[in-house]
């Protein structure tokens, strides 16, 4: 077909892990996978230090990298405030200048608003949408809750189920069903809807919130592995794999005339990030500032071998406030009336989290000016930010002093054991080889990743913190992502590796179009044949 003719439906798979799906290909439980794989053009694709930034539909809705556009994570650090917050995409999309009708359905960090040229959806049932809701035209929001209902997991989106059989149970059981209505307001959307489209995108987020709370379901090595919603969770997790399969057999014989691009951009696994980036590390930090313990250690019920358990009715976010309250900070009322008045002085206490106050390491925020080194509210691995003078409003790190404290910061790390089984606690340590001043505020200046299993740490001097009860029992700790292409001349077979960057030059270059000069990645479709 004419590449100015063709159409091109695109299914993001958000955060599908295939070490999951190929036994159940094996098993013929995915039969729609196992068809689209044999009869595609099949890439493994590396996301590389991108999957660590939580932006990976940033990523692809943008079409840019972190390096190409200087953002590195989904979280802001004000240096002259002291405050994080969580902003949302502000990047034009890609498609935006394609010239031709888009049609898109709940793709994150897709700004809708900047692409006049796209209808559809943003922010219906995303996990992590980056953007707001938006609909155009105007009122198709409404026309879709009538014939669908609103999104029937919300609660699920962000789950917290390990504790708790039954809500294992229905947490899976309204995944599952989120994806079934998410296949069938797709083929209303792209085919009666909006049916002039010549490039479609959906993405499925129902694999990203299922692996963060049933991996432990799938990984018989995980500390959680033995607790009693494990099974359920492991059938929890093939359920809604079997319906994402439904899903792109539904979408694949609904729009079959359309070249079909399938990918995720990453994989995932075991969660390693976060009781050291939201609890250990930012309590660590602190005591080893100000000589003294913040955090509490409440007693939990145990596994054999000491890992922590919460009861059935818990709620992790509620706990952790007990663990790592607010901070009694004198002055907030006073220090916000300067502000009226023009005064840019941080502001103590939780205004200054941004609207992540949720995470414990946020809560420590109001000790930052006078630490010269803490913990961000990060998702992924953990950030450790210098507190440098020249450029944190009330530095107290001195530029040359800059990379002594940086390796005295990860010496101290180190010397932690696990206190449940003495191992050493870091996996991997990274410091930017740049100057301080040229870290952004997206950016960090000791990125650290820390073994499996790891709850707690014991420090010679600084005592121990934890154990701590898992939060996410899934992260991104997967290796590859993948790519299916599955269209009019292309010869199925494997590829071998590509970058994750790759996915949008290739779409351009599927629909004849020209790309951007400022785009990432390059175009595969020279592979395809």
């Known amino acids: 077909m004419d590449p100015k003719q063709r159409r091109v439906l695109t299914i993001g798979l958000d955060a599908f892990e295939m070490a999951l799906a190929e036994p159940m290909i094996a098993a013929g439980r995915l039969p729609n996978l196992a068809r689209l794989r044999q009869g595609s053009a099949r890439f493994l694709l590396d996301h590389e230090a991108g999957k660590y930034t939580g932006l990976a539909w940033e990523h692809f809705s943008t079409g840019r990298s972190p390096d190409n556009q200087r953002r590195w994570s989904a979280v802001t650090f004000d240096p002259q405030a002291y405050s994080v917050e969580q902003p949302l995409c502000s990047t034009r999309p890609f498609a935006a200048d394609l010239s031709c009708k888009v049609a898109i359905f709940d793709v994150p960090y897709f700004d809708l608003r900047a692409a006049t040229n796209a209808s559809g959806i943003t922010n219906w049932g995303a996990h992590d949408p980056g953007t707001e809701a938006y609909a155009r035209p105007e009122g198709l929001r409404a026309e879709l809750t009538a014939r669908y209902g609103e999104y029937s997991a919300p609660e699920w989106i962000y789950g917290f189920s390990w504790p708790s059989v039954e809500k294992t149970q229905a947490a899976g059981v309204a995944l599952r069903e989120a994806v079934r209505v998410r296949s069938a307001a797709t083929r209303w959307l792209f085919g009666e809807r909006i049916p002039d489209w010549r490039f479609a995108a959906v993405v499925v987020s129902e694999s990203h919130s299922a692996i963060e709370q049933f991996w432990h379901g799938f990984d018989a090595t995980h500390l959680l592995a033995g607790v009693p919603s494990a099974a359920a969770a492991r059938e929890a997790l093939a359920a809604v794999y079997e319906a994402i399969d439904a899903l792109i057999g539904d979408l694949a014989e609904a729009f079959s005339d359309a070249d079909l691009v399938v990918f995720s951009m990453h994989g995932m696994g075991d969660n390693k990030s976060d009781i050291p980036a939201m609890v250990l590390v930012p309590e660590l930090l602190y005591r080893n500032a100000f000589g003294r313990p913040f955090a509490k250690q409440p007693t939990w019920p145990t596994l054999p071998g000491g890992t922590p358990i919460l009861a059935a009715d818990d709620d992790w976010d509620k706990v952790m ?38 995470m414990p390491a946020a809560r420590y925020s109001a000790f930052w000016p006078s630490m010269p080194a803490f913990a961000l509210p990060a998702y992924y691995d953990t950030w450790v930010r210098l507190n440098v003078v020249g450029r944190e409003a009330n530095g107290r790190v001195a530029a040359e002093a800059y990379d002594a404290t940086r390796r005295a910061i990860v010496d101290l790390i180190a010397e932690c054991r696990d206190p449940l089984s003495g191992r050493e606690v870091i996996e ?46 899934g992260g991104h700790t997967g290796d590859w992502g993948f790519l299916f292409v599955c269209g009019s001349g292309v010869a199925p077979g494997d590829r071998g590796a590509a970058d994750a960057f790759d996915v949008v030059p290739t779409i351009i270059d599927l629909l004849g179009a020209p790309a951007r000069p400022d785009l990432s990645g390059t175009s595969l479709t020279p592979r395809l044949s």
């Open 321 to 358: 406030r007990q663990v790592v309250p607010w901070p009694n900070v004198p002055g907030l009322a006073f220090a916000r009336l300067r502000r009226l008045f023009g005064d840019k002085r941080p502001l103590p206490g939780r205004a200054q989290a941004g609207g992540i106050g949720w």
């Open 428 to 473: 991997t340590v990274r410091l930017p080889d740049r100057a301080p001043m040229d870290i952004g505020p997206t950016e960090a200046d000791i990125y650290l990743s820390f073994a499996s299993g790891t709850t707690g740490f014991r420090h010679p001097r600084l005592g121990t913190i934890g154990p701590i009860p898992y939060r996410r029992t």
